[in-house]
């Protein structure tokens, strides 16, 4: 365990030793030091109007994701158990899931206007798809011999899903939600980016309009440590479940 | 006349470093172990015991944690050394090439010229019954005939020693039987020398010069018979009363080890 | 009917029902012109756009852009995942970095960028490639994961050294899943190069989708948007034609 923790505090280092060269190459109008960003990184973290803006965002990337999550869960269920649907719905929805969404930004826009419902549509189009992809192939990956041995214990159907379907599924449905996370984050931050007065998107426009390179830096660096940390706990969770 | 050593294990240990969560593993030996030019032998072992890591420190795919291994007089090192043919358990195929191409592999990666390729290729294939799928992929061919392909892929290399990971594991009965038939026709007409691990005790009776017994992990061999049939041998030996008597004192040796590799008393 | 065939059926069957819904949502004035217009309206203006030639510079821009995109995806993607494969302690450090990279928006960090490289194609293409590769990678990763043992195996008996073994087994046994790859990684940088164009709009089919919003001109917006959903939805069908051949020929391997 703590060989990986060491890992992790190597690997810190080279990167932040690579960020340092490529400022000195790149020169301060095009990227900031490490040192500038992480001061400013703290600033933030302890300004208030940073966590107001982190609050819009968590309301709109909370929601998002319950409609992400749940819409996901609920159509690759119904697709991984009805075998016709799934077999229809299959390559459909891998090329919505492939169509560059943000195609689709200016029709969400003018549908939701500007503001959270819009950020909430952006953020959970991006997460039911991986979420239902990943949870019909886990479902329709359960062996048949479990479902047969199902049958052989006289378990209702009830029963079946639970414990059979279920746990068999739980890998590939966590590895989705997973990804689902990461998407809908970035759908969100997206939607934020130019329909919204507030929110981190909102901050990191500002910053990019006004050219303030060690503010872009800063809360890409926060978003990304965000990110990072969440994925971590998630696959932590997905290995136990596994 | 005194048999010539072919490859030999002396006094050979495996014991894998300990990991993350688990201690250190003493997964076999010591073991000693010496090959004759030629002969066909047999180890059986219940599961666990370390035949198949036995077999990957003959071919250099692993290294002995004490003890040496040697082949043909030298030891042998961290890379399989040339002469030597595995043939493993699962089944190791090229999917993406036809039965052709996964046969020829071999001689052309060896540079071996066209006209020797494919002479060497052809007769492989027509010894091995896959002349006809030549230009198939395995994934449209079962697994006893995969399990060919990969023998065939062996074969046309001209190996002195040929290991097998108990290559007819996945089939059914009476398929593997006949592949104990090919094989045998196979170290007559190669005259190599075979090593096969086994759990099926009466496939090592009817097909070996002398079969091993090994313990429970960590595996040693407990005693090596000598079974005494003609090189001209089939799977009709089968009948005689000779084989009941070499399956039944190979039982007597394994039924307790394997009881102690389950678990029990 | 075989069930293949009615599967199909019920599939063209869906979606031309969805497309008929819409455009009927859209002729009956229930959802505003400047919202969304009928899909056949944004057939016909993208017919027109096309034989007009308007576009036809702006398109070339782009499919040149994307292209060099992709191809920067694919072969870095590949070149780093094989890298970091060999080195198991530096991958398992970086794996939830991986997973994490698609969660943020990594184009705000475009201004830098054209700092860096100036404003014109290098830049776009840089964007593309850099969203790209991640995916190409991850791919890499597992698709080297998945090579049997027993292939690996049979390469060190065959004598074959790391760059032959890499070249002519592992290769090729990761081919599906490097494919999967591919697929994401075409997705991943055409919404990298589109939206960089987008946000640069000096060129390319991004740059015009940009001023059509702008200027609330919804029939060449949409037009354009078809334009590239129905470019990759052509790219990815064949890759996935691609990807099922091997799976058919090759089994799971």
Known sequence: ?????????????????????????????????????????????????????????????????????????????????????????????????????????????????????????????????????????????????????????????????????????????????????????????IGELFASTSGIGYSLVRAMDTHQVVEIMALTFLLFAFAALANSALLALERRVR | MRAETHAELRGATRVFPPREGQGEVHALGPVDLALERGEFFSVVGPSGCGKSTLLELLAGLQQPTAGTVAFEGRPVGNEPPDGIGVVFQEDASFPWLTVWDNVAFGLRRAGVDAAETERRVRDALAFMGLLDFSRAHPAQLSGGMRQRVCIARTLVLQPRLILLDEPFGALDQQTRLLMGDELLRLWRETGATVLLITHALDEAAMLSDRVGVMSARPGRFIDVLATGWARSRDSRIVSRPEFGAVTGRLWDLLREESIKALGGR | MSRAASVRWLRVALIAGVVLALEALCRAGLVSRHTLIAPSEMALSLARLLASGRVAGDIRFTLQNTAAAIAASIVAGFAIGAAVHALPRLRRALDPLFSAYYAVPTFVLYPLLIVAFGIGATSLIAMGAMFGVVAMIINTLIGLDRVPLALMKTARVMRLGGARTMLLVRLPAALPTLVTGMKLAVAYSVIGVVAAEFILATAGVGKRIAFAYNDFDTRTMYALMLLIIVAVMVLNGMLHAWEQRLHRRWGRA
């Open chain 1, 1 to 189: 365990m703590t060989r990986r923790w060491v890992d992790y505090l190597l690997l810190a280092a080279g990167f932040l030793a690579l960020w340092q060269i490529l400022f000195l190459l790149a020169g301060e109008h095009a990227l900031a030091s490490p040192a500038a960003t992480l001061r400013r990184a703290g600033e933030l973290l302890a300004s208030g109007a940073f966590w107001k803006h982190a609050a819009e965002t968590g309301t709109a990337f909370g929601l998002a994701c319950l409609v992400a999550l749940s819409s996901g869960l609920a159509l690759g269920i119904w697709l991984g158990f009805r075998r016709l649907a799934g077999e229809v719905a299959d390559p459909i929805l891998g090329s919505l899931y492939s169509i560059p969404k943000i195609t689709l930004y200016p029709l969400i826009l003018l549908l939701f206007g500007l503001g959270l419902s819009a950020k909430v549509a952006f953020g959970a189009i991006h997460g039911i798809f991986p979420v239902a992809i990943f949870t019909m192939n886990g479902i329709r990956q359960v062996p048949p011999v479990h479902l047969k041995t199902a049958r052989v214990l006289r378990l209702s159907a009830w029963q079946t899903a639970k414990s059979v379907l279920m746990p068999s599924a739980a890998a590939e449905i966590a590895a989705g939600l997973r990804v689902g996370f990461s998407v809908t984050l970035l759908g969100t931050l």
